[in-house]
């Protein structure tokens, strides 16, 4: 999710009650503790007290790389600035990630996996949760389960697992009786992620793999009301309607109202259509303006492009905050 996840967006996400923590895009490290700046950037919500989004979410700092007094040496920075949680990456599938030995590229060896989790877990002791993600193999699954194992031996408190090897990066289907079979091996907590689109991929994606908790990723930015949408079903049993499109464009209008602020406009522009992209996969009216407004370069044509009818009224999506049946 680099490039997709930051701050304005995780702020966005997580004003409607549905999320229990967030994690932020990674903080790369390749062989030298970086300065506070760094994470600062990564994660604003460092500067304010428990390391929340504005909402009151959690928010996990996470690190992506190889050399364990490096990530060591980065995690106890990260421990004075702050953070109350890391989060190791060893999921990216990215080309250019791989090459430069990060990600999914360790998952190729299971006693790397278990060096950079120990030397991060043993960084920080018992004063901040250790967690990591993992794919089910780089090219295979044959190591899924030891690479799971090493994370678990290592120190992590929780692991979230994404049902594709790095080969299959996001070619559907999702796997996820495979991540059954590492939640069956392992005592701490199993997240299943990947291809969770809808309500009903939820519920597929627990019961075929037995994990009680879920992480989203890409769907979230589809639907920025998945995340409310199962809670709601968790805790009434009711199915909200579907995410009228009103309320996506309102969703990119406020993203465009606080990413203007900092950031060049033709930046925000092309980070609205890197978000409009998402949501056009499941959507059609979401597809249908994106080929209307794809090759605008003006922010304030953009926009236009996506104003919902003047009648319009705001959605009601009925989720109180105190709906906390299960984690989404």
């Known amino acids: 999710m680099e490039g997709v996840i930051d701050a304005v967006t995780r702020d966005l996400l997580t004003r409607t009650p549905g999320f229990d923590w967030v994690v932020t895009e990674f903080v790369r490290v390749v062989d030298a503790r970086l300065p506070p700046r760094v994470f600062h950037r990564h994660c604003p919500e460092l500067a304010h007290p428990g390391v929340t989004t504005p909402s009151g979410v959690p928010v996990q700092l996470q690190l992506l790389g190889s050399d364990p007094e490096a990530l060591a040496a980065n995690a ?5 600035l702050g953070a109350t949680g890391l989060d190791l990456n060893f999921g990216c599938p990215a080309k250019l990630v791989n090459r430069h030995d990060g990600g999914a590229s360790l998952l190729r060896d299971p006693r790397r996996v278990h060096a950079a989790v120990s030397a ?6 018992d004063e901040i949760p250790v967690t990591a993600k993992i794919r089910l ?7 899924a389960l030891a690479c799971a194992l090493a994370t678990q031996e290592a120190g992590a408190r929780r692991l979230v697992v994404h049902g594709r090897t790095r080969d299959e990066g996001y070619r559907p289907p999702a796997h996820w009786e495979w991540i059954g079979r590492i939640h069956q091996r392992l005592s701490i907590p199993v997240v299943a992620n990947g291809d969770i689109w809808t309500l009903e991929d939820y519920w597929k ?12 990723g890409r769907g979230a930015l589809a639907d920025p009301w998945l995340a409310a949408r199962i809670r709601h079903w968790q805790a009434t049993g009711e199915r909200l309607p579907d995410t009228p499109w009103e309320a996506r464009a309102r ?16 930046v925000v522009t092309a980070l609205i259509k890197q978000w409009l992209n998402h949501m056009r996969q499941r959507d059609h009216e979401a597809a249908r303006r994106f080929q209307a407004v794809k090759r605008l370069r003006e922010l304030d044509a953009l926009l236009a492009g996506l104003e919902p009818p003047a009648t319009a009224n705001r959605p009601p999506f009925p989720v109180r905050a105190d709906h906390r049946a299960e984690p989404a």
């Not at 106890?76 to 004075?80: E, F, K, M, P, S």
């Not at 991060?120 to 002791?125: I, L, N, Y």
């Not at 193999?137 to 190591?143: A, E, N, P």
């Open 76 to 80: 106890r920075q990260a421990l004075r």
């Open 251 to 266: 969703i990119l209008a406020d993203f465009a109202a606080l990413q203007r602020s900092t950031l060049p406009t033709r």
């Open 205 to 216: 994606a627990r019961t075929l793999s037995g994990c009680r908790d879920v992480m989203l």
């Open 120 to 125: 991060v877990s043993r960084a920080v002791g």
């Open 137 to 143: 193999g780089f090219s295979d699954r044959r190591l």
